[in-house]
């Protein structure tokens, strides 16, 4: 079984239809399946979310009453043109002309599934998009961990009087735990995500190490630290 996500790494869902209860379903089967997932009732409704929320896929249906799915798709489409992140679309429609599918590419949709549809269809196409989109680079900015500065551009840790330079295993591990501070990673998920560490044995390795280069006291570590049952956390000092 998958480890569930952090909430920051969560795939954050809007789900749009003026089905009261094909949305409400669709939003208690994707949280389940660890996803984030906002609803709204209407096009309206999904521009107002849009402003305030960051979102990484829509869930569409064409027929709604006023401004139809259609035209949201070539609306967000036409102004995102220019914009380096692209929100990606589902379309949901009763309809499965060919028309309808070739009209919903047109405006913009990266994919069509016709009603009904079973729920783990939904799934597998959600998940085949959100691998084709290009992630965004995620900036790490510098940390302070008590007498050191953490510089993840460089990979290197500094004081008033040194600078270190991380190996290529360090600093990999370093960057992943760096990306989420405060929150707790398996050995699994950071041998996944650090370039070049193979298994869970070179992931203590790699922490002992940058304990030895961070900690005041490696054996009693403040900053680097271990959360029973869960793996290492890093727990930066707030400026």
Sequence with gaps: MSQPQPPA?????LVVDDDDRLRELLR???AEQDFIVTT????ADARAKLKNLSTDLMVLDIMMPGETGLDLTKS?????KSSARRLPI?????RGEAEDRIAGFEMGADDYLQKPFEPREL????NA???RVPKPPVVIPELKLGAWRYNPQRDELSSANETVRLTDMEAGLMRVLAAEPGVPMSREMLAERSKGVVNDRTIDVQVTRLRRKIEDDAKNPRYLVTVRGEGYM????MD
């Design 90 to 94: 589902l379309l949901l429609t009763a």
């Design 9 to 13: 790494l969560k795939p954050h869902i």
């Design 234 to 237: 890093l727990m930066p000092d």
């Design 129 to 131: 998009i959100l691998r």
């Design 40 to 43: 709204a009732n209407n096009a």
């Design 76 to 80: 967000l489409h036409e102004a995102q």
């Design 28 to 30: 208690r089967y994707l």
């Design 123 to 126: 799934l597998l196409r959600i």
